[in-house]
């Protein structure tokens, strides 16, 4: 019963921290690029005002998804979230592509840790 318990607890704390992040980082980091991707797209006049508005909400909610589901917010990759979440709805292509790349080096480098 001991060992159960003992292996559980274990298990339980390898999750927590940067590693337990990954996914969220990852999918803030897709977000970031596809934000980008829309506003590259009405910036050259491809898109309607309504579906730039409703990628634009959607992909802030889910970024705040993110966001609240870290184990540890107070980290670079945290800042990189919180940077996107302040970025206003039109902010730059690059200003988002940069977000965003930094989130992927994070991302690769706890990766290969």
Do not use: F
Request: with cysteine; hydrophobic share 45%; glycine share 4%.
């Amino acid at each position: 019963m001991w060992r159960c318990l003992l292996l559980v607890m274990l298990l339980a704390a390898c999750a927590q921290g940067p590693e337990a992040d990954v996914p969220s980082i990852s999918q803030a980091r897709s977000l970031g690029a596809e934000w980008a991707l829309v506003n590259e797209q009405a910036n050259a006049g491809k898109l309607t005002a309504t579906y730039v508005a409703a990628m634009r909400k959607s992909i802030r909610q889910q970024l705040k998804t993110c966001a609240t589901s870290l184990t540890q917010p107070k980290s670079a990759y945290g800042d990189e979230i919180a940077a996107l979440l302040a970025a206003p709805d039109s902010a730059s292509p690059a200003l988002l592509r940069n977000h965003a790349d930094k989130l992927k080096r994070i991302e690769d480098s706890l990766e290969s840790d």
